[in-house]
């Protein structure tokens, strides 16, 4: 039964041009009839009445099936139904005081008061269905001065100047993302249309990772493939580049800020993704002195490596930055020793790396290949202890670890001193309990 009201509610889009159609004829033939003071029409207007009546009230119905779908909300919503509603009735009423003044029973000026009651019923039922699509600000968004867009941040001279959230996460989400997810339109019950409404986050909860929660539902659902029912942006819309799921996944991970320059994120991988996205830096170079070029990887090798089984991702086209993943489908054939050696043939060209519930432990966390570029290593749910911290050395741009759910102790704390450049370490579900611990943010 739902999925039958879903299927005719989607009609509705399509449904109200009728009445829209026909009423506005009735009232355009209505006044020409005035002007020539003519009585020729008569007929074809009582028929425009008639039809317009009927349609609206089919458009009626199809919208509340829609309604019923779910993800309207707010007052928007009841205005342009109760709207829509009494328009058909007075459309009705004009078609039965209209189709017997044809014998002149009524004043005159009564069909008249009441097609202009019609067509502004009209008008203001239209206007709010159009709010409820495009949002309530289509079409001031890009007027001079008061439109909304006129309020937006101008555009960065240089990368000193980037606001991470204003001029790179806001004009993503406002293109991909806003149609569905803003206050009238709550897809999810998410609106992401400011920063108030982001930092509410959705049914599910924050986006932003809290002590309650390891993984942002934002994050997974970008990154699902295009096929999956819960992907974001839905199958079929407008999808979010490499570029702009990895400056999606950045933001958030570095935690909810909506007002800090992007230069103060101490990042290079963030730096370099979204001085690109801006045209401010050339890919994988130039701009800023700590975004260094780093070597090509030719195709074969990752041919290779992704057909052994590896989750191999460009950061940005072209950069030779990448984030790999080993899946546990990956060790279904080889050993877990095998396929981290293979991690050796692109050390300096990973900059995210995902190792979490594969079962790793001391040993071949000892045996893993020094990486030059590292900045972002899960090493979830694995066979971990406190002696493996010291192990990270190898790793000398880490900046954010994820330990969740192994056996480690406040005894390891000492040895995170090692890891200048680390910020932040999840230890949630682990024996950790001091809280903090120099420059280091535990989060737990
Ligand atoms: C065509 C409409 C549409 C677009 C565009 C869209 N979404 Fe959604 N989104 C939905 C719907 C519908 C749901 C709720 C249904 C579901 O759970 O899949 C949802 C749910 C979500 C949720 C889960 C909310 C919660 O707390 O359960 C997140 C997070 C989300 N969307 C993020 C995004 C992001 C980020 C974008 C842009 C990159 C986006 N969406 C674009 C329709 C859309």
């Not at 003071?37 to 919208?63: E, N, P, R, W, Y």
């Not at 330990?403 to 406040?410: E, I, Q």
Request: net charge negative; hydrophobic share 45%.
């Amino acid at each position: 039964m739902e999925d039958l009201a879903i299927f005719f509610g989607r009609f509705h889009p399509i449904l109200v041009h009728l009445p829209i159609g026909f009423l506005i004829m009735a009232f355009l033939m209505w006044g020409f009839q005035k002007w020539k003071k003519s009585h020729a029409f008569d007929q074809a207007i009582a028929f425009c009445l008639l039809m317009g009546t009927i349609s609206a009230a089919l458009a009626c119905v199809a919208g509340y099936l829609l309604s019923t779908s779910g993800g309207y909300e707010g007052a928007l919503i009841s205005q342009h139904m109760w709207g829509g509603i009494f328009t058909t009735l007075v459309a009705g009423l004009v078609y039965v005081v209209f189709s017997s003044n044809l014998s002149s029973r009524w004043p005159s000026a009564i069909a008249s008061t009441l097609m202009m009651v019609m067509i502004g019923g009209l008008s203001f039922t239209g206007h709010i269905g159009g709010s409820l699509t495009h949002g309530s600000d289509f079409l001031t968004e890009y007027a001079p001065i008061f439109g909304s867009r006129a309020n937006q941040l101008p555009p960065p001279a240089s990368m000193e100047e980037v606001v991470l959230y204003g001029h790179v996460i806001q004009p993503i989400l406002q293109e991909k993302c806003i149609s569905c997810h803003r206050s009238d339109k709550l897809k999810g019950g998410l609106s992401l249309k400011n920063p108030e409404s982001i930092r509410k986050g959705g049914e599910s909860g924050p986006l932003f990772l809290t002590s309650a929660k390891e993984t942002s539902e934002l994050i997974r659902r970008i990154h699902l493939p295009e096929s999956n029912e819960e992907v974001m942006p839905p199958k079929g819309k407008s999808q979010l580049t490499e570029a702009e799921i990895a400056l999606l996944e950045a933001w958030i991970m570095a935690g909810e800020d909506f007002e800090k320059p992007l230069l103060s994120y101490g990042n290079d991988t963030i730096q370099n993704l979204a001085g690109s996205y801006l045209g401010l830096v050339k890919n994988g170079s130039g701009g800023n002195e700590s975004i260094g070029a780093l070597a090509a990887i030719d195709s074969m090798t990752l041919v290779q490596l992704r057909e052994s089984g590896l989750v191999i991702r460009e950061l940005l086209a072209d950069s030779y930055r990448y984030d790999v993943s080993i899946p546990q489908t990956a060790l279904a054939n080889q050993d877990l020793g095998n396929i981290l050696g293979k991690l050796e043939l692109i050390k300096d060209n990973i900059i995210w790396l995902n190792v979490s519930d594969l079962g790793l432990d001391n040993a071949q966390l000892a045996n893993l290949t020094p990486m030059n570029n590292l900045e972002k290593l899960r090493l979830e749910r694995n066979k971990l202890t406190d002696k493996s911290i010291s192990l990270l050395a190898k790793f000398p741009k880490l900046q954010v670890l994820n330990l969740y759910g192994n056996d480690l102790t406040d005894a390891c704390l000492s040895d995170f001193q090692q890891l200048q450049k680390l910020e932040k370490v999840y230890v949630w579900q682990t024996k950790i309990t001091a809280k903090q611990a120099g420059k280091v943010e535990l989060v737990s």
